[in-house]
Each structure stands twice: as structure tokens, then as C-alpha cells.
């Protein structure tokens, strides 16, 4: 996908992803699909299970308070994923890991597989309203990250 890099010439440039990355929806859609089936593309694990459980908060470890919230509670920032917290129903809290890029740009990784994004022009806008549609086409309580009903 085109992006900008830095500007090395002792070594291999890296991309800039917090800024300059062109993606188009399906790359956006291809990401999101890899991220939410735990890092595993075609069978073959491509990203750190354990690293990419960490950073969508499946694990106990969580990341810094961010002196946001929403009408759930408290939201918070840990590796590269700013995290929106929402209680459901029947009480149970999840986290929607989101990534941010610039312009308002928003990928929402929802706890039941769905994803939502938004493509927008900045602005205070409030991401819960994804979280609420996402919860209600698939409740957060009856299906897991990969879009499989719980065994719970």
C-alpha cells in the first residue's frame, strides 16, 4: 500500500503509520480481519499472539488512562490501540480497541468480530454509537472477537 517512509540512509527506511499511510477500505477491512483472527492469515501466524492479545486487552495487562471517558467508563491507550470501554447489558464490561489515524480516520475492533470504521474529518465525534449498533446486531455477550458464539 502506498505510505510515506522516513528518511534513513544507513538503513532500511520504515514506514511512518501514524501519518502517511494511503489505505484504501479493502486494505483497512484486510487488516482489521487479521487482527481480529488473532494475527493468523491462511493458517499461518503472522503477528505475536501473544503481543496482539496483550494490545486488545485479553490479557490482564491494560495501558495508561488517556483522561477520557465515555458514558461506560474510563479510556485508555496501550501499544498502539486506544481502548473505549463498554458495559453490556448484563453488566459485563468489554473493550473496543480502535486505531486512530489522522483526520478523524477510525478502525473499531468490536468484542462479537465486527468491525467499524470511519473515515472522517476530525472533530469530537463520540465511537460509542459504533459499539452500540455493533452490540446490537450481534450482542457482545453471545459472540467472541473471531465472530463465533460464546461457549460461556
Not at 30 to 52: P, T, W, Y
Not at 86 to 94: A, E, L, Q, R, T
Not at 105 to 117: A, D, E, S, Y
Amino acid at each position: 500500500m502506498p505510505m510515506n517512509m522516513t528518511k534513513e540512509t544507513d538503513r532500511v527506511p520504515v514506514p511512518l503509520l501514524g501519518w502517511g499511510i494511503y489505505t484504501t477500505v479493502d486494505d483497512i477491512a484486510k487488516i482489521a480481519a487479521l487482527m481480529q483472527n488473532g494475527g493468523v492469515l491462511d493458517g499461518e501466524q503472522m503477528l505475536s499472539e501473544r503481543r496482539l492479545a496483550e494490545a486488545l486487552y485479553e490479557t490482564d495487562v491494560r495501558g495508561l488512562p488517556t483522561g477520557a471517558e465515555n458514558e461506560f467508563g474510563k479510556k485508555s491507550y496501550h501499544l498502539s490501540f486506544w481502548h473505549e470501554p463498554f458495559v453490556s447489558k448484563s453488566g459485563k464490561s468489554y473493550s473496543a480497541p480502535q486505531m486512530v489515524g489522522w483526520g478523524g480516520n477510525i478502525v473499531q475492533l468490536m468484542p462479537n468480530g465486527i468491525v467499524g470504521f470511519r473515515f472522517g474529518n476530525g472533530g469530537d465525534v463520540e465511537v460509542e454509537q459504533m459499539m452500540l449498533i455493533a452490540n446490537s446486531i450481534k450482542p457482545f455477550d453471545e459472540f467472541d472477537r473471531r465472530g463465533e458464539r460464546r461457549s460461556e
